[in-house]
């Protein structure tokens, strides 16, 4: 396998273990730069158990299918998951919870139609939910991703989800304080990724994408289709590479 | 008297969105104000998972499971159309670039406190979505609902029962019975429907009405 290096990849990801080794290192400290996993497995194999990981999608779209059936392989257990939904039907995140690996999903719309798994385990006392609003889940996404320390927001005001939280009038308005949610590992699905991490998406699949890849210390993308250096068009690039650790193909 | 049907409470509320505008039409019972705007005015959808310039359903066998709209259906992408991540999405929202939204409610209050993502049953998952943060954002938040429940009670109340999605945040209730806007000085009545008279909308209404 080619190098792999960089800052944060050189930690080990997640949860309260500290004596991990580095999955990878760069001795010889080469000057190519290569995020390109061979594999699913090789790309989580150092999730720790306790992690927090951040995993991208809106129902199907863009979920990151191939990486979450790897963590379930992989076996990492205590996770706490935030992630729009709490899994759909049998497969994905729904599968993940079913295998007993996750104490916490903290979303903003756990209950759809075929979210039976997540029903019957919230019912049974078996995982805990915290619910955001949508897009204060996604504002607090990116605010640790933008390395901002907590930000007042007008959403959830007067509700119950904002029941206890700090508040403020702010030229008439009334605001709620909302803080980051930072991540060990962040599991994203994108269209295009080349081997500096650049990463394009497709079309409403791009949704969390761009956000959990800034607010992890690990952002771990599946995509379609490995592109050359200079393939992608720098206009064009949505998630610049710096957000990017690890990028695997899938099929 | 016939009360207004679904499409027609649909029709009504399309009525009242202009060209040019920028709108989020809520899951569920909004999604009809679609097929009433007229294809001559140029109305931008925003959908909140990601895409500004949301075109009809597609036709059957085209559908894309990348190309969905916020209730997880599939939908097209219209020339002009653009994609975005959810922080930005959600940024058009809250930032108050949103001209128009269009929700469904289980009650509104008298000075427009609305009540739609959870009925507080104990037994109940709770599930917010995008909801708290469309009531708050957009520039004018219309609702449409029954005026009166199954059970023949007011959905117009002096104060929610159900758990808030947002306070004071509604602008225009479009129902089966009436359009009414919710004012500083209370709820206006707007226009009622043919074969009722403002007595009686008043009378099957939990809060005082003006006219």
Redesign the interface.
Same mark, same amino acid.
């Given at each position: 396998m080619a190098y792999h290096w960089g800052f944060t990849a050189l930690e080990a990801v997640g949860g309260t273990a500290q004596a991990a080794a580095p999955f990878f290192s760069n001795p010889e400290r080469t000057s190519m730069v290569n995020k390109i996993f061979d594999s699913v497995a090789a790309a989580l194999a150092d999730i720790q158990d306790g992690a927090t990981i951040l995993i991208g999608g809106?129902?199907?779209? =863009?979920m990151p299918h191939q990486l979450i059936d790897g963590l379930i392989e992989q076996g990492a257990r205590d996770l706490v998951v935030v992630s729009?939904n709490a899994g759909n039907g049998d497969t994905g995140l729904a599968a993940l919870l079913k295998a007993g690996q996750v104490r916490k999903v903290v979303c903003?719309?756990? &209950? #759809?139609a075929d979210s039976w798994v997540?029903?019957e385990l @919230? !019912?049974a006392g078996k995982i805990e %939910?915290e %619910?955001?609003? #949508? *897009?204060? %889940?996604?504002?607090r /996404? !990116?605010a640790a991703g933008a390395g901002v320390g907590a930000f007042f927001?007008?959403? *959830? @005001? =007067?509700? #119950? %989800?904002a029941e206890g939280k700090e508040t403020r009038e702010i030229n008439g308005r009334?605001y709620v304080l909302e803080y980051p949610i930072h991540a060990d590992v962040a599991l994203i699905s994108a269209l295009r990724g080349d081997r500096w991490g650049n990463l394009v @998406? !497709?079309?409403?699949? &791009?949704?969390?994408?761009? /956000?959990m890849a800034t607010a992890s210390k690990v952002a771990i993308a599946q995509v379609r289709d490995i592109a050359e250096l200079g393939e992608l068009d720098p206009e064009a690039v949505?998630t610049p590479g710096i957000f990017v650790q690890r990028v695997v193909k899938v099929a | 008297m016939q009360k207004r049907d679904r499409n027609q409470i649909a029709a009504r509320v399309a009525q009242d969105i202009p060209g040019g505008a920028y709108v989020n039409l809520g899951i569920g019972l909004p999604t009809l104000v679609a097929n009433h705007l007229p294809p001559e005015r140029e109305v931008i959808l925003h959908t909140e998972n990601g895409l500004l310039g949301m075109g009809p359903a597609p036709a059957k066998g085209e559908e894309d499971d990348d190309l969905i709209n916020a209730g997880k259906q599939p939908v097209t992408a219209l020339p002009g159309a653009a994609f975005f991540h959810h922080a930005d999405s959600f940024a058009m929202m809250r930032g108050g670039h949103l001209d128009i939204c269009v929700l469904g409610a289980f009650q509104v209050s008298r000075r427009g406190d609305l009540a739609n993502w959870h009925t507080g049953a104990p037994d109940a998952i709770p599930a917010v979505g995008g909801a708290m943060d469309l009531a708050i954002g957009a520039r004018k938040v219309y609702v449409m609902m029954e005026h009166l429940t199954k059970t023949g009670e007011s959905k117009l109340v002096d104060t929610c029962t159900y758990p808030l999605t947002g306070v004071a945040c509604v602008s225009r209730v479009y129902t089966d019975l009436a359009v009414l806007d919710i004012t500083p000085e209370g709820v206006r009545v707007v226009e009622i429907i043919d074969g009722l008279d403002f007595d009686e909308l008043q009378r099957l209404s939990g809060i005082t009405l003006l006219r």
């Open positions: 809106f129902g199907n779209a =863009g729009n903003s719309f756990p &209950r #759809q997540f029903d @919230y !019912r %939910l %619910l955001v609003p #949508q *897009g204060n %889940l996604a504002e /996404i !990116r927001t007008p959403t *959830g @005001y =007067g509700t #119950q %989800l009334q @998406y !497709r079309k409403t699949a &791009r949704n969390f994408g761009p /956000i949505v | -």
